[in-house]
């Protein structure tokens, strides 16, 4: 009797430990080598603005190899989700209305004095995986789809100060992201 007693004791101890070790490692991630914050956040299904804010991080470059990350309640006890395959759009999707030349340059909503909105509405911390550009509205209309060289199928979602003309800027989520893209002519095709 007494040894059933130990044994369940034992047992239940073992779990329970298992279980709350469990939950411990769920709710955290360490960053390895080479991972953006935004592919982390979409596999852990929340938003890098989430994580940033969780975490007290003012800057998404403090984020880098060996960085624990706290992760939202709703990740305890869950496994990263299984990546939704979604069908992309291709230009094969559309008709090309015109081809342009401009001149683009990259952005982020983490610089300092953005706000992160767009003059569409567009709430670029709660959607980091969007693909939007800035444009100037008298060369093509917010709303409309472009195909960008180097970029893909983007919507023109936002206008700026120094975009005028053949000019465009391409959102990007990380500041590293934006300057490795730099300033450089591209190809753009209007879809319809």
């Known amino acids: 009797m007494f040894q059933n ?20 490692i769920a709710a955290t991630h360490t960053v390895k080598k080479g991972e953006e914050l935004d592919e982390i956040a979409e596999r852990y299904d929340t938003s890098v603005y989430t994580l940033l804010e969780l975490n007290e991080v003012n800057d998404i470059e403090e984020v880098t190899e060996g960085f624990v990350l706290k992760l939202p309640d709703h990740i305890k006890n869950k496994k990263a989700p299984v990546e939704k395959k979604e069908k992309k759009e291709t230009i094969d999707d559309f008709e090309v209305v015109k081809t342009l030349t401009v001149e683009a340059s990259a952005f982020t909503a983490y610089c300092k004095g953005c706000s992160g909105k767009t003059a569409s ?38 206008t700026g100060g120094s975009i005028k003309g053949n000019r465009i800027d391409v959102f990007v989520k990380t500041k590293k992201t934006a300057l490795n893209w730099g300033r450089k002519n591209v190809e753009i095709k209007v879809l319809k």
């Open 121 to 158: 509405g567009i709430d670029l911390k709660k959607n980091p995986d969007i693909k939007l550009i800035a444009v100037d509205p008298k060369i093509i209309p917010l709303g409309t789809k472009v195909w960008v060289e180097g970029y893909g199928i983007a919507v023109a979602g936002d």
């Open 5 to 24: 007693k130990l044994l369940f004791s034992f047992a239940f101890f073992v779990v329970t430990t298992l279980f709350f070790a469990n939950a411990a």
